[in-house]
């Protein structure tokens, strides 16, 4: 569909179901493990309050899997997720 000149409709959101947010938290948790223990780190765009508060319960979660002190940062658009002894800034290349 095109849109009068060349403007773009508003992106909506909608926010994720309880069931969602489950299966997203459980789904995210494997993925981030098995970057952090291949990796070190594990970056990916959170830019949304929902979407922060997302990935942080997912670093504490995989915290308590691999029973390592895991922390997160965000900066309004990224969020990293690493150990915490090893926490580079975001500014830090990928």
Do not use: K
């Not at 849109?3 to 926010?15: D, I, K, V, Y």
């Not at 899997?65 to 915490?84: C, E, H, K, M, Q």
Request: hydrophobic share 35%.
């Amino acid at each position: 569909m095109t849109h009068p000149s060349g403007t773009q409709p508003a992106l909506r959101r909608t926010p994720l179901t309880t069931e969602e947010r489950a299966r997203s938290e459980i789904t995210f948790s494997q993925l981030v493990t098995e970057h952090l223990l291949t990796r070190g780190r594990f970056r990916i765009t959170a830019d949304s309050p929902e979407m922060v508060d997302l990935w942080q319960t997912v670093a504490r979660r995989v915290g308590e899997t691999l029973r390592r002190p895991v922390v997160s940062y965000a900066n309004g658009r990224d969020i990293l997720i690493t150990f915490a002894q090893e926490a580079p800034g975001l500014t830090a290349q990928a």
